[in-house]
């Protein structure tokens, strides 16, 4: 079943903060966070796994409550270039076969 | 160039023709996923395979889908009696697993082949 995202949109002057947030309605192996832009290929960004180990991007921070099967995406300070489509995709048995979410548009504003 | 490429980037034909994708993942990477995308939505799995064996295969797969990886390197997806319905992204990713074992690599995506059914 897929993940639902919040918010759907979200327009952020630079250097403002955003969180995004991904609920599953199954128990999950891990989380994994891509951003899509416009006309391009989905980028890696963050893969939190049960049991608390993460792996990904330096400026980008998340968290995952297993119990909950919830995962928030933190960007701060954010750049012109965080603009995209952020997808997260939940994998249940750890075979990396991933259910997107269906995005959350964030636009970012100079 | 290292990463995963598709063929062709787009492809244009009309109701009822079948059409052909084809996926080169990373070299080293032994699990190839196939997604679908439309406009505003989030990629939608169809497939994915292990070496040349195709594990799962979504039920939003119709029987007009078919895929192959036959020697486990390279992967196509082919569509029979395309339909309008049938526009969309078709994604490529690929991602080294370990089979048996509880995989947690990223995928790493092709930049898609467009899908333009008239």
């Known amino acids: 079943q897929q993940p639902v995202q919040s918010p759907q949109a979200v327009i952020l002057r630079e250097g403002e903060d955003a969180v995004i947030n991904c609920s599953s309605s199954k128990a999950l192996y891990s989380v994994h966070w891509y951003r899509q832009k416009h006309g391009e290929a989905p980028v890696f960004l963050m893969i939190l796994l049960k049991g608390g180990e993460q792996k990904g991007h330096e400026k980008i921070s998340a968290s995952f409550n297993e119990k909950k099967q919830q995962s928030s995406l933190y960007l701060t300070a954010s750049q012109l270039s965080y603009s995209g489509t952020y997808f997260c995709g939940t994998d249940s048995v750890g075979a990396q076969k991933l259910v997107f979410g269906q995005g959350t548009r964030l636009t970012i504003n100079p | 160039d290292t990463g995963v490429s598709q063929d062709p980037r787009h492809k244009i034909t009309k109701r009822g023709q079948n059409v052909t994708f084809r996926c080169d993942p990373i070299s080293e990477h032994n699990r190839l996923y196939w997604y679908r995308q439309t406009l505003g939505q989030g990629p939608e799995f169809l497939t994915y395979?292990?070496?040349?064996?195709?594990?799962?295969k979504s039920r939003l797969l119709s029987d007009r889908f078919s895929a192959e990886r036959p020697k486990g390197s390279f992967s196509t997806l082919e569509i029979q009696r395309t339909e309008q319905g049938d526009s969309a992204m078709y994604l490529c990713?690929?991602?080294?697993?370990?089979?048996?074992?509880?995989?947690?690599?990223?995928?790493?995506f092709g930049e898609g082949s467009r899908l333009t059914v008239l």
């Open positions: 395979f292990q070496n040349e064996a195709q594990l799962e």
């Open positions: 990713a690929s991602s080294l697993g370990v089979s048996g074992r509880r995989s947690t690599g990223e995928l790493f």
